[in-house]
C-alpha cells in the first residue's frame, strides 16, 4: 500500500477512509441518521436526538481581521444550528463549545466571542450546557449542538421523480462578500451594497423557523453550506436520483445584482460561493403552492428525474458547469 | 477595563469570564448537572443524557513521536469516556470526532488513528456516530461522547462529613512515565519497567465498569485527569467541605516503585502527575467495606471534614504541600 497524504487523496479520500473504519451505524437499530448527512440523529424513547459538530480553525475557516469577535461567535453557533434545520423539526436545546486559545488572545476578544455564543443561543432559546478550553497556536472554535423533536427527521436521500427543487431564499451574497475581501482587504473603503455583501458573509442566520414550517411535506431536504451547486449534487445522488437545474430561476438578491452585474458573475457566486446556509429541499409538485404560501421567500430552481445526471438549463439551453467550489484539502 | 490577555488571568479567569456569561442552566429545569462537573446532563424522559467533549491538540496534549497513532486513537476516547465514568452509572453510546488534519498528513497515520477510535469504541460497545474533518496546521482531535442512563447521577459535590475518601487504582504511573519521555526522549533504550510507565501514560483505561459497580453508593465522584491533587481539592471545595488526606495511604504500583525509589518522588507523581484516569469519590464509612468488596482494587486515602481545608497528613504528622500541577494557560 503506497502511503499517500491527505492533500494528494482530498477530503472524499478521507471520507473513504472513515467511512470504510466504521459500518457500525447499521448494526443499532436507534440510529435514525448515521454518517454522512447534516446530523447524526437517534432514536430515545418518543424522542429523536440529533447532534451536530463543527469546527473553525483561524485562518483557514475565518481570518481575525474579517469578522468582529462577536460575528465570529454568532455564526459558530448559527452554522451549527443550520445542520439541525436540516433535520426538519429538531428544536435546538443545548450547545457545547470547546476552544482552543493562544495565550495571547485578549481578555475583550474572549468576552466578545462568548457574548457571540450568548446572543445565538438566546435567539434559539438554546442553553449553552458546557465544554471545554484548552491552549493551541491558532483560535479554534469547536461547537457541538444537541437537538432533539419527535416529528420525522427529514434525509437527504429522499427526492423522488417529478419532485420539485426548492430553497429559501437568494444565493451568491456570502461568497461574494468573502469575494471582496479577498480581493480589497479590510482597509478598502467599500461601498454600501459591498458592506451588505460582507455583512452577509459574516451574519448567517440558520433556517429553522423556515423549517418547521415546511418540514413535514418534504421528501428531502440539506443545508447550503458549500455553495447550491454541492448541495444540488449531494441531494440528488444521495437519493439516487438525477436532477433538472433552471439557472434562471436562481434567485439573486438586488444587493447582489448592483454590485456584480454580470448574469454569469451572480451565478458563479450562487452556485459556487459558499456560506449562505439557505434550505435545499425537494417536495412533491402538488404541494409546491402551498409550501410557498407558508414561506413566501421560496424559490423553485429545478425538478427531479430518474437520469441520474445533473444538468443545468439556461433559458432553455443546456450549459456546461465547471465546479470552482471549496476544496478542504 | 484592563484588556488583559489569557496567559495573565489563567485557566481561573478564563472559566470566570465564561461562567458570567452562563447562568441560563439555572432556569432550565430539566439540566441535572450544568457547567463545571465532568459532564453534562440534562433529563430527557425516563432517561438522563450525559455529554461530555474534550479536545486534544498536538503539541500542547501529546507528541506524535511519543505515542503511536492507534494509541492516541484509543487515548481520545478513553478520557472522554472517563469523564462519563465519573457521572455514575450510564452507558456511553455515540461519539463524534473532529478531526483537524494537517493535509501532510499520512493515510496510514490517519488509518491507524481510526483503528484506535474503532477499538477504543468496540471495547465499550459503543457506536462512532459521526464528526468532520478539516485543514489544520497541527492534528486536532475533537471528541464529544454521549452517553444515557436512568439511575442517578453523582456529581461532584455531595460529599458529607465523615464520609472516607476512596480511589479506584494507584496513581503515578502516567505521570511518571511521561516524565521519562521528557527526560530522555524516544531514542533512549527503556528499562522494562520504564516501558510500562510509559504504556501507562499512553494507554489509559476508563473506569466505567468500576463506576457502575460502586456508583450507587456513592456521595460525590470524579475522575482524576489533572492529578489526585487537583481532583481531592474540585471534590472538597464543591461539596463545601474539608478533608484530610492521608499520604502513606495513597496507592502507588510497584512498577513506580522500582523505578523511582524515593516515597517523595513517588507521591509527587501521584498527586501532580496527571492523566491516571482513575475515579475518586466518596462513601459513608458505613458502606467502605461494601465497595471493597465490589472493586478490591480500591483503597481509602482520607476523610472529609467541615474544615474547609485540604490537610495532607504522612505517618499522622502534617505536611506542606505546594502544586506543582500542570498549567493549562
Same mark, same amino acid.
Given at each position: 500500500?503506497?502511503?499517500? =497524504?491527505?492533500?494528494?487523496?482530498?477530503?472524499?479520500? !478521507?471520507?473513504?477512509?472513515?467511512?470504510?473504519?466504521?459500518?457500525?451505524?447499521?448494526? =443499532?437499530?436507534?440510529?435514525?441518521?448515521?454518517?454522512?448527512? @447534516?446530523?447524526?440523529?437517534?432514536?430515545?424513547? +418518543?424522542?429523536?436526538?440529533?447532534?451536530?459538530? @463543527?469546527?473553525?480553525?483561524?485562518? &483557514?475557516?475565518?481570518?481575525?481581521?474579517?469578522?468582529?469577535?462577536?460575528?465570529?461567535? $454568532?455564526?459558530?453557533? $448559527? &452554522?451549527?444550528?443550520?445542520?439541525?434545520?436540516?433535520?426538519?423539526?429538531? #428544536?435546538?436545546?443545548?450547545?457545547?463549545?470547546?476552544?482552543?486559545?493562544?495565550?495571547?488572545?485578549?481578555?475583550?476578544?474572549?468576552?466578545?466571542?462568548?457574548?457571540?455564543?450568548?446572543?445565538?443561543?438566546?435567539?434559539?432559546?438554546?442553553?449553552?450546557?458546557?465544554?471545554?478550553?484548552?491552549?493551541?497556536?491558532?483560535?479554534?472554535?469547536?461547537?457541538?449542538?444537541?437537538?432533539?423533536?419527535?416529528?420525522?427527521?427529514? #434525509?437527504?436521500?429522499?427526492? +423522488?421523480?417529478?419532485?420539485?427543487?426548492?430553497?429559501?431564499?437568494?444565493?451568491?451574497?456570502?461568497?461574494?462578500?468573502?469575494?471582496?475581501?479577498?480581493?480589497?482587504?479590510?482597509?478598502?473603503?467599500?461601498?454600501?451594497? $459591498?458592506?451588505?455583501?460582507?455583512? +452577509?458573509?459574516?451574519?448567517?442566520?440558520?433556517?429553522?423557523?423556515?423549517?418547521? #414550517?415546511?418540514?413535514?411535506?418534504?421528501?428531502? !431536504?440539506?443545508?447550503?453550506?458549500?455553495?447550491?451547486?454541492?448541495?444540488? =449534487? !449531494?441531494?440528488?445522488?444521495?437519493?439516487?436520483? %438525477?436532477?433538472?437545474?433552471?439557472?434562471?430561476?436562481?434567485?439573486?438578491?438586488?444587493?447582489?445584482?448592483?454590485?456584480?452585474?454580470?448574469?454569469?458573475?451572480?451565478? @458563479?457566486?450562487?452556485?459556487? %460561493?459558499?456560506?449562505?446556509? $439557505?434550505?435545499?429541499?425537494?417536495?412533491?409538485?402538488?404541494?409546491?403552492?402551498?409550501?410557498?404560501? !407558508?414561506?413566501?421567500?421560496?424559490?423553485?430552481?429545478?425538478?427531479?428525474?430518474?437520469?441520474?445526471?445533473?444538468?443545468?438549463?439556461?433559458?432553455?439551453?443546456?450549459?456546461?458547469?465547471?465546479?470552482?467550489?471549496?476544496?478542504?484539502?
Amino acid at each position: 500500500m503506497k502511503n499517500k =497524504n491527505i492533500s494528494s487523496i482530498g477530503e472524499v479520500g !478521507l471520507i473513504g477512509i472513515i467511512k470504510n473504519q466504521f459500518a457500525t451505524s447499521k448494526n =443499532n437499530k436507534n440510529i435514525v441518521v448515521g454518517i454522512g448527512d @447534516d446530523c447524526f440523529c437517534f432514536r430515545l424513547g +418518543k424522542n429523536t436526538i440529533c447532534i451536530t459538530k @463543527d469546527m473553525l480553525i483561524e485562518g &483557514v475557516h475565518f481570518k481575525k481581521d474579517w469578522i468582529t469577535p462577536q460575528e465570529l461567535g $454568532e455564526k459558530a453557533i $448559527e &452554522v451549527n444550528i443550520s445542520d439541525i434545520a436540516a433535520m426538519g423539526n429538531v #428544536k435546538p436545546e443545548y450547545a457545547f463549545i470547546g476552544l482552543g486559545i493562544p495565550p495571547i488572545t485578549s481578555k475583550i476578544f474572549i468576552r466578545n466571542l462568548f457574548k457571540g455564543f450568548k446572543a445565538a443561543c438566546d435567539r434559539h432559546k438554546m442553553t449553552i450546557a458546557g465544554g471545554d478550553t484548552v491552549k493551541s497556536d491558532k483560535i479554534i472554535i469547536s461547537v457541538t449542538i444537541v437537538g432533539a423533536g419527535k416529528d420525522k427527521i427529514i #434525509k437527504r436521500n429522499g427526492a +423522488k421523480t417529478g419532485d420539485v427543487i426548492g430553497v429559501t431564499n437568494t444565493f451568491g451574497d456570502a461568497g461574494a462578500g468573502v469575494a471582496l475581501l479577498y480581493k480589497y482587504g479590510t482597509k478598502h473603503k467599500y461601498a454600501k451594497n $459591498e458592506r451588505l455583501l460582507i455583512l +452577509k458573509q459574516n451574519n448567517p442566520r440558520a433556517r429553522l423557523s423556515e423549517s418547521k #414550517k415546511i418540514s413535514k411535506h418534504l421528501t428531502s !431536504l440539506t443545508d447550503a453550506s458549500d455553495g447550491l451547486y454541492v448541495s444540488v =449534487n !449531494l441531494l440528488t445522488r444521495d437519493s439516487n436520483k %438525477g436532477s433538472d437545474i433552471y439557472m434562471d430561476q436562481i434567485p439573486v438578491s438586488k444587493t447582489l445584482k448592483k454590485v456584480f452585474k454580470e448574469t454569469k458573475e451572480q451565478l @458563479d457566486f450562487a452556485l459556487f %460561493g459558499a456560506e449562505d446556509y $439557505e434550505l435545499v429541499f425537494t417536495v412533491p409538485e402538488t404541494k409546491a403552492r402551498l409550501i410557498k404560501k !407558508l414561506v413566501p421567500q421560496i424559490s423553485y430552481i429545478g425538478k427531479i428525474n430518474s437520469s441520474k445526471k445533473v444538468r443545468y438549463f439556461y433559458n432553455g439551453k443546456k450549459q456546461k458547469i465547471k465546479c470552482s467550489g471549496f476544496k478542504h484539502f
